[in-house]
């Protein structure tokens, strides 16, 4: 078998920027989560939160971000897999989305707490 696997930096590294452009380029929901990322750091910047808060949105965004990357490559490899409908497939299909929903429920509660909270006492 063939090796596949970059021996140098450069070469992981470039491996790595090939992966966040196939992931952005290949998945509609980029096109929802860096929109509403872009929103969101707009009205952080507008709402002139404090550092700790900045950093709270960015680990939210991050973590929404990778996590979509992640599903991402779970869908990719099950194609690999198999073209069959195949049951364990499907539940690892759905686990995966289930954690990029569940990460955009923790930025969005982070989110509304940090940007909104400063309406109520």
Partial sequence: MNDLRPKTWIGKFSCAFRGVWV?????SSFAVHFPVAALVLALAWWRSVT????LALL???????SAEMFNSSIEQL?????KEYDEH???????A?????????GAVTV???ILLGRQWP
């Fill in 23 to 27: 992931g952005m380029r290949d998945q």
């Fill in 97 to 105: 989305s289930g954690a990029v929903f569940v990460a955009v429920i």
């Fill in 78 to 82: 099950s194609r690999a897999v198999t």
């Fill in 89 to 95: 497939v499907r539940d690892a299909l759905d686990i």
């Fill in 111 to 113: 989110g509304v707490l």
């Fill in 59 to 65: 680990v939210c965004v991050t973590v929404v971000l």
């Fill in 51 to 54: 550092w700790p808060e900045w």
